[in-house]
């Protein structure tokens, strides 16, 4: 019997649609093939709006985490909020076929582009999407106009140790209560959504595929990034020192903004961003 064959799908997908009901009602949604499977993507905005396509964190599974910023954002862009291929959500893998590379992941993302007709968008992402986003910039640039990064991993810093043995001891055969207390103690026991953390609680045990992970981009790489980057980083965040991603950002990335979200940990991002937070990054974006 498989994991899919045991897990609670039924249950993990009517948490996701609770979350995406905090969505605006004008939202469609797409199912987009690519070398790697059917991505699902949520869409709200204007048809015509210039388009802004944005990638979940790893630890804030499914594009459904954008739910406090997709009203705001998608006012003047036509939003596009993916789930990750073979990540919890609702985009399908191929069998035996997974992005196992990061010349994979920019296949992945070449082919999504295309299939939803975007010549060029901008693009942002949480934690871990925010890492894909800036390694898809550095590979394909003239397909990304600005790039947003969501207190990013593993793009300027290393993570802190702590976080790294706290990650482990949930990710070895997760549960929901693991999950639950990995959280309580990474945002500092913060008040969170119950229902954005039932979502994250039901992705536990998710038959997902490994995820592909490489080393921070090199230096010369991203001094060489010649487009607009905005790095918001959370300032209670216990996944890495925000101080040092925000000084590492600065001095390596040439046309960089960066600025730190107050009284908010890494995970509790991006459904519990502070107020403002949605109309900052539609600012820099204008």
């Given at each position: ?78 939003l ?11 985009s ?14 920019v ?60 990650a ?6 997760p ?40 080393p ?55 459904h ?15």
């Open positions: 019997m498989s994991a899919r064959d045991t897990y609670d799908m039924d249950g993990f997908l009517a948490a996701y649609d609770r979350v995406m009901a905090k969505w605006p009602t004008t939202r469609e949604t797409a199912t987009v093939p690519t070398p790697f499977g059917a991505t699902h993507v949520n869409i709200c905005g204007p048809a015509d709006g210039p388009p802004l396509l944005l990638l979940p964190g790893g630890g804030s599974p499914t594009s459904a985490s954008w739910y406090r910023q997709a009203a705001e954002l998608s006012h003047a862009h036509r596009y909020a993916v789930d990750l291929i073979g990540a919890p959500g609702r399908t893998p191929a069998p035996g076929r997974h992005p196992r590379t990061t010349a994979d992941l296949t992945w993302l070449d082919a999504l582009l295309k299939g939803l007709g975007l010549a060029e968008t901008d693009l942002g992402g949480h934690s871990y999407g925010a890492w894909i986003a800036l390694q898809y910039a550095l590979r394909a640039p003239h397909r990304v106009r600005r790039l947003v990064l969501l207190d990013p991993t593993q793009c300027f810093a290393k993570l802190k140790t702590t976080y790294g043995l706290h482990v001891r949930m990710l070895m055969r549960t929901p209560r693991k999950v639950r207390t990995f959280l309580e103690w990474e945002t500092g026991g913060a008040p969170l959504d119950p229902d954005w953390l039932a979502l994250q609680e039901a992705a536990a045990g998710f038959p997902a595929v490994r995820p592909v992970v490489g921070r981009p090199k230096q010369g790489a991203l001094r060489a990034l010649d487009l607009p980057v905005l790095v918001l980083l959370a300032e209670r965040s216990r996944t890495h020192d925000p101080a040092r991603v925000a000084a590492r950002a600065g001095t390596l990335l040439p046309h960089v903004t960066t600025a730190t979200l107050p009284n908010v940990s890494h995970h509790a991002l991006p519990a961003a502070p107020d403002g937070t949605s109309r900052r990054i539609s600012d820099f974006l204008l």
